[in-house]
């Protein structure tokens, strides 16, 4: 069976970075799985998944416009230190969550100077061209309910 829209794919992958370090994997574990079309998962990787059946694997390199996006300067911020209060332990690669008028965004602290933080709401692999090893596990038609959830059950 071919991979196609309302189809649920399961793929096992291993994703690297430009440097080549391993930025996630599903070694160890169960596949990843996921109704094709439904943007469940990057775009990048989803069109280069159409057709293909159980057993194929293949190797795709996704950039950002493809991916999670490019990093935008004006999500990374500088705020005084107040603005964390409560937090004893406030540290360089700390994530955290910020309040804002959209709902809570992940931030993460890229710099301390002084009394001034800089946090940085990019997703984490904004920017990032992605490596991604895949192969398709299986295939198999989603579900009435799945296709219209939006999502494999
Ligand atoms: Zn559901």
Not at 44 to 59: I, N, P, T, V, Y
């Given at each position: 069976?071919?991979?196609?829209?309302n189809k649920v794919v399961y793929i096992h992958y291993t994703l690297k970075n430009d440097a080549g370090d391993t930025l996630d994997s599903s070694d160890g574990g169960a596949p990843l799985a996921f109704l094709h079309g439904s943007g469940g998962i990057?775009?990048?990787?989803?069109?280069?998944?159409?057709?293909?059946?159980?057993?194929?694997?293949?190797?795709?390199?996704?950039?950002?416009?493809?991916g999670y996006g490019a990093s935008h300067p004006e999500a990374i911020q500088q705020v005084p230190k107040s603005a964390f209060q409560g937090i004893d332990d406030l540290?360089?690669?700390?994530?955290?969550?910020?309040e804002t008028a959209d709902g809570a965004v992940p931030i993460k602290v890229t710099a301390i100077e002084d009394d001034i933080v800089t946090i940085d709401a990019n997703h984490e692999l904004a920017g990032e061209r992605l490596h991604f090893a895949v192969s398709v596990e299986s295939v198999r038609d989603a579900t009435e309910e799945e296709i219209s959830h939006g999502h494999v059950h």
């Open positions: 069976m071919q991979i196609a829209n990057i775009k990048g990787l989803e069109s280069a998944l159409e057709g293909k059946s159980s057993g194929d694997k293949l190797e795709v390199v996704v950039e950002p416009e493809e540290a360089v690669g700390m994530r955290l969550q910020a």
